[in-house]
């Protein structure tokens, strides 16, 4: 299994401060909440397996959770511009911002690929999703006005919660993947679109020795090596969220 190897921020520096630790009980509210949600999803979406389902079917699931996951950054970013708007201006926020909008752009464009396999097929997941989404924006926006540690910190169990759910259907399906053609959304994202956006949100930088590493990334032969890419994005979100949580920084500090 390629589950995620660390469970604290990447540790790029001999001379890290410590960790902010949260608050227990905060803690464990967001691991109830957001395991609770994602259990959730898994019941309702446990189609997995493509020599059982279609590729439709199985992207129903991914579809409900890009639908959700790329919320919270609409919440960092509505809360951040409005503080702004009213004279705030704290250092470093300006990069944060753009970081969170690059982050949504990435977002964006797994949703788009999941759309295009037909995993919004449903008008039933659709309105699940979008009713989902809904009201998690104005959770998040309310919890980062109060607290973005704890904010960033519903986001990191998302993020991986996702890197090891998109690596269970990698793993499941590798064969038939390797069969099916990439999406034209994903062709022009990956590999024809100006990589500015998405070089923004890879903060934490690791040697290219490094199993997911951006350098080891696999051309797009097949849609196999799009879920590939598809799943280290979410690392990537991760470990910014990681930094973010435990030392308020994005640039693997920590």
């Known amino acids: 299994s390629a589950a995620l190897p660390r469970t604290t ?8 401060p410590p960790p902010t630790m949260m608050e227990e009980g905060i803690y464990n509210f967001n691991k109830l909440v957001i395991d609770s949600v994602y259990d959730l999803i898994c019941l309702l979406y446990s189609k997995n397996d493509l020599r059982k ?9 991914f579809y409900v959770l890009e639908t959700v996951a790329r919320v919270p950054y609409f919440a960092y970013l509505s809360v951040m511009h409005l503080r702004e708007s009213l004279g705030s ?11 969170h909008y ?7 464009h797994h949703l788009l690929i999941m759309e295009s ?13 979008q009713t989902m989404a809904f009201g998690y924006y104005w959770y998040v926006t309310l919890v980062y006005s109060v607290s973005e540690q704890a904010a960033y910190h519903l986001s990191e169990l998302i993020e991986d919660h996702a890197f090891n759910t998109y690596n269970t259907f990698l793993e499941v399906n590798e064969e038939a993947l390797k069969t099916m053609p ?11 679109e100006n990589p500015f956006l998405f070089d923004l949100f890879c903060t934490v930088k690791e040697p290219d020795t490094e199993p997911f590493a951006i ?8 849609l196999y090596d799009v879920f590939v890419n598809v799943r280290n ?11 973010l949580v435990q030392y308020d920084d994005m640039a693997g500090t920590g």
């Open 9 to 16: 921020a990447p540790l790029l520096s001999s001379a890290a």
């Open 53 to 61: 389902h279609s590729i439709a079917e199985c992207t129903a699931r």
């Open 89 to 99: 201006r704290v250092p470093g926020d300006k990069d944060r911002m753009r970081t």
């Open 102 to 108: 690059a982050e949504a752009d990435n977002e964006l």
């Open 117 to 129: 396999l037909g995993g919004n097929s449903s008008i039933v997941d659709r309105t699940l999703a």
């Open 182 to 192: 990439v999406p034209a959304i994903a062709q022009k994202y990956y590999e024809q």
């Open 215 to 222: 350098a080891t990334r696999p051309k797009l032969e097949s």
């Open 233 to 243: 994005d979410e690392r990537e979100h991760w470990k910014t969220l990681c930094n």
